[in-house]
């Protein structure tokens, strides 16, 4: 089996800081656990922020680039700053960082959809800040807006004017087709990276066989020319990310998943992570791909031409 590259998505904008006292807000905890997590072996950090006051999921360019550029030099994993920011947000706000970073390999979202995180609410006696309620409860009338136009314009001001590659995150089949049409509009060139993700309320569910079947779907699509990663929410992300990892793909791990190292254990760094499916992985066999290796497999433009 080929290298398999394994990104750490180190804070995410869907857990609260009420859920776990070791998710990374600020600038400091997000170069920490970035770092320990490139040193455990991730191969790419997929990064959102947070305003440190508070937690909150954060679009502000002033909340990035602190740790963007602290990691720049820090450490030599590709740096995959999302578009997707979070569902309240709207595009402008989601592109201003990207943007602003010109970075590697950008997050794309392949469409509109429910997201709700409301349950979660119920869990949770003891709030930290006032948004943190409000803010999962909300969501059972959220819709997570990734229009064909919004999709268009992120692959034209990233894709075409700044030279990012993208992590397409299909949270469905019909994001499969979705990711089909703007190949055939000339949009996307391969070789493609897509992440299939399991497990959110509104996506596809973390079955075994939805992960069969949205490989078959896009071996059917896209032939050869693609890579698919594997990541999935809360307690299915092991199983469902060793699954993907026996069948030649890649995986994702990270506190934006999931907050736990083991049942009813939390997690207290996203290394711990790493860790954990890194030896996974080679028990499988698989070697775990360098940054060097992984930029040549996604074509990417190299540190060196960002704005970090």
Not at 22 to 48: C, F, K, M, N, Q
Not at 104 to 127: Q, V
Not at 148 to 154: F, T, V
Not at 275 to 290: D, N
Request: with cysteine; net charge negative; aromatic share 6%.
């Amino acid at each position: 089996m080929s290298k398999i590259i394994i990104t750490c998505a180190i804070t995410g904008s869907i857990h609260t800081p009420s859920m776990s006292p070791y998710l990374p807000i600020t600038a400091d905890d997000i170069v920490r656990h970035s770092t320990e997590a490139a040193v455990a072996g991730a191969t790419i950090l997929h990064l959102h922020a947070r305003d440190p006051d508070n937690g909150r999921p954060s679009s502000q360019p002033s909340h990035f680039m602190p740790f963007l550029q602290r990691l720049k030099q820090s450490c030599d994993a590709v740096l995959n700053i999302s578009t997707g920011g979070s569902a309240i947000m709207t595009l402008d706000d989601r592109l201003a960082a990207p943007k602003l970073a010109e970075p590697e390999m950008c997050s794309l979202n392949m469409g509109t959809m429910n997201f709700a995180l409301y349950p979660a609410a119920a869990r949770i006696s003891d709030w930290k800040h006032d948004w943190e309620k409000p803010f999962l409860e909300g969501s059972d009338d959220l819709v997570f807006k990734n229009t064909p136009r919004d999709i268009a314009r992120i692959l034209t001001e990233m894709g075409q004017e700044r030279g990012a590659r993208f992590e397409f995150e299909c949270y469905d089949v019909g994001h499969l087709y979705m990711l089909r049409h703007f190949v055939d509009r000339g949009l996307i060139k391969g070789p493609l990276f897509i992440q299939f993700v399991f497990g959110v309320l509104g996506g596809i569910g973390p079955d075994p066989e939805n992960l069969t079947h949205m490989k078959l779907i896009a071996d059917k699509l896209f032939g050869e020319d693609y890579m698919f990663s594997v990541l999935a929410a809360g307690r299915h992300q092991m199983p469902m990310i060793t699954m993907s990892a026996a069948m030649g793909g890649h995986v994702r791990v990270g506190l934006e998943d999931s907050l736990m190292i083991a049942r009813g254990e939390l997690a207290q760094t996203n290394a711990q992570q790493v860790t954990k499916i890194r030896q996974i992985v080679e028990a499988l066999g698989r070697e775990v791909a360098t940054p060097a290796e992984a930029r040549e497999m996604l074509g990417l433009k190299g540190a060196d031409r960002t704005a970090v």
